[in-house]
Antibody, heavy 120, light 106 residues
């Protein structure tokens, strides 16, 4: 059974770059899409973007200018970098596997999430 | 940008049927997923491709999608079903979530 675990700093200063890593265990990172999704405290879910194991990416247009998602298949990990953060980027960040069938994808499973606070 | 609209809250009595709606322009032309999120926990997929249930999800969860509205239906609602529920669809290669609905079982 595939499990995902986010890791990275829980506190980031304004204007700096948020960096998180998702480690995949119990299965290979190959042949799947992998996403980052965030949830500000008390609010709803926002998709950040995905990466295919081959390295191709797709980002939410609202964040595209600040987001980079990369993959390291040798470590079974993928990573998120979000630049020029502000307090509005404070959220629980989740990584998730995307199942893709025909012309649709869904997110399953999800990691436990990690809270990142942007504050000086 | 594409938007999905959900009611902020829905209440249901134990054993009754709960219906949570998700509205969007021509949503019936898109595949819709539903996620359950309990306080302090990660979201869990409960419905995908309109009406399919992942393994381990009880049969009381079902989904439908037509026109501009998708609906998550929980038959014989139990206290353990009290959660936030989010719909999700894809538009122009972007994943979009609804704002979420808090289901209260009372």
């Amino acid at each position: 059974q595939v499990q995902l675990q986010e890791s990275g700093p829980g506190l980031v200063k304004p204007s700096e770059t948020l960096s998180l890593t998702c480690t995949v265990s119990g299965g290979s990172i190959s042949s799947y899409y992998w996403s980052w999704i965030r949830q500000p405290p008390g609010k709803g879910l926002e998709w950040i973007g995905y990466i295919y194991y081959s390295g191709s990416t797709n980002y939410n247009p609202s964040l595209k200018s600040r987001v980079t998602i990369s993959v390291d298949t040798s470590k079974n990990q993928f990573s998120l970098k979000l630049s020029s953060v502000t307090a509005a980027d404070t959220a629980v960040y989740y990584c998730a596997r995307e199942e893709a069938v025909a012309d649709t994808n869904w997110f399953d499973p999800w990691g436990q999430g990690t809270l990142v606070t942007v504050s000086s | 940008s594409y938007e999905l609209t959900q009611p902020p809250s829905v209440s249901v009595s134990p054993g009754q049927t709960a219906s949570i709606t998700c509205s969007g322009d021509k949503l019936g032309d898109k595949y819709v997923c539903w996620y359950q999120q309990k306080p302090g926990q990660s979201p869990v997929l409960v419905i995908y491709q309109h009406s399919k249930r992942p393994s381990g999800i009880p049969e009381r969860f079902s989904g439908s999608n037509s026109g501009n509205t998708a609906t998550l239906t929980i038959s014989g609602t139990q206290a353990m079903d009290e959660s936030d529920y989010y719909c999700q669809a894809w538009d122009s290669s972007t994943a979009v979530f609804g704002g979420g609905t808090k289901l209260t079982v009372l």
